[in-house]
């Protein structure tokens, strides 16, 4: 199946079991799937800057020298992405449904549970998919 048909088809299914099962069951199985996306190699590196850090303060410093997308403003942490990073919407030119952004809080939450040995919230505040100038994702440690 050719990678287009591939994305067309996972849109396609989101598309017909949105409104179907509840909005946070499909959150959670859409985060769940985040969370198989985010690579190792970025694993390894948000463990290694927690490894070398005291406090929480001290790995997101860290963090931050080698994830630049990692933002802190006012005592606030977040994840900011100029455009949509996800592999499998690259070039994606068609609809795409809300829910499907929630992969990225997946993901997130991965790298810095991995990281810090414990829960965190991910909160979406926004994306490029749904026309945001930008996708913010608000960490809660």
Known sequence: MAKRNRRQWLIDLLKEVEGK???ERLVRILE???RTCTPDSMINKAKKAAKGAEDDQGFLDNLQKIYPMLQQESNKVY???PECYCTAMKNFKDEVPRSYCYCSVGWVK???EQALDRPVKVKLES???WGDKEC???VLL
Do not use: A, D, K, T
Request: proline letters at 0%; aromatic letters at 12%; glycine letters at 12%.
């Open 21 to 23: 099962i509840g909005e």
């Open 110 to 112: 991965e790298m810095f």
């Open 127 to 129: 994306s490029v998919l």
């Open 79 to 81: 994840v900011v992405y």
């Open 32 to 34: 769940e799937r985040g």
């Open 136 to 138: 913010r994702l608000r």
